[in-house]
């Protein structure tokens, strides 16, 4: 993908932070930090969304982003982590490139996900969501 700017830090045609690299997966820093210490895992070859990637690779993906959450916990002191994977510009994916945030977190940091929980108008609904997702597997 000629203008991904996250191929671009793959192939190092760009400057990036990196904290770790091996042959499948490149973790480096966000420029963005959602909280100081946030890293950002890719896999080296251009996926858009984890729609689109194998198995195999979203395993080495999640291998690195808990080696990198360890990292955190043990090297920054971070009192928990946040994993979070968007897909789709409806789910917050900025760039088209499959990765993985990697989040320290810290007690008192301030940042807040502003979870905001709906309710199903009655077990029937969820049942019925439910039974589609399975017709689809």
């Known amino acids: 993908m000629n203008n991904c700017i996250f191929c671009k830090i793959v192939n190092h045609e760009i400057p990036a932070t990196v904290v770790y690299e091996d042959e499948d997966v490149l973790v480096f820093m966000d420029i963005g930090p959602i909280i100081?210490?946030?890293?950002?895992?890719?896999p080296k070859d251009h996926f858009d969304s984890v729609l689109e990637t194998p198995e195999n690779v979203l395993a080495k993906l999640h291998r690195a982003a808990k080696r990198i959450a360890v990292a955190q916990m043990n090297g920054l002191?971070?009192?928990g982590v946040n994993i979070v994977q968007n897909n789709g510009k409806a789910?917050?994916?900025?760039?088209?490139?499959?990765?993985?945030?990697?989040?320290?977190?810290?007690?008192?940091?301030?940042?807040?996900?502003?979870?905001?929980?709906?309710?199903?108008?009655?077990?029937?609904?969820?049942?019925?969501?439910?039974?589609?997702?399975?017709?689809?597997?």
């Open 77 to 79: 002191g971070a009192d």
């Open 91 to 137: 789910a917050g994916q900025e760039v088209p490139h499959m990765h993985v945030h990697v989040i320290p977190r810290f007690e008192g940091d301030g940042h807040h996900w502003n979870w905001n929980a709906k309710k199903y108008v009655d077990s029937n609904e969820m049942i019925g969501l439910a039974e589609k997702m399975r017709n689809n597997l």
């Open 36 to 42: 100081k210490g946030h890293a950002l895992v890719v």
